[in-house]
């Protein structure tokens, strides 16, 4: 005896979700949602670069040490 189990749609026929809105809309939906951001000041923003340029130094200087170590390591092991 086989049950039959009820199936799900992907979507919900009348939903709002469903419908597709207009480029205006749309647009004004973006604006809309870009008036709610908390944009940095200028010195939050200097401060912000100034933090990843100095950590992307920081992380180049290692690498590169680690390159030119690893290298003269392989060329005194094989050459």
């Known amino acids: 005896m086989t ?3 009820p199936v799900r749609s992907s979507g919900s ?3 709002s979700r469903d419908r597709r809105t207009s480029p205006a809309t749309f ?3 973006v604006v ?3 008036r709610k951001v908390v944009w940095p000041t200028q010195q939050q923003l200097i401060t912000y670069f100034v ?3 100095v ?3 920081a992380i180049m200087t290692i690498v590169s ?3 030119l170590g690893f290298g003269r390591l392989v060329f005194k092991v094989f050459g």
Do not use: I, M, N
């Open 51 to 53: 933090v990843v340029l």
């Open 65 to 67: 040490l680690l390159d």
């Open 3 to 5: 049950q039959s189990r």
């Open 13 to 15: 026929s009348g939903s």
């Open 32 to 34: 809309a949602e870009l």
């Open 55 to 57: 950590f992307v130094l």
């Open 27 to 29: 647009y004004r939906q």
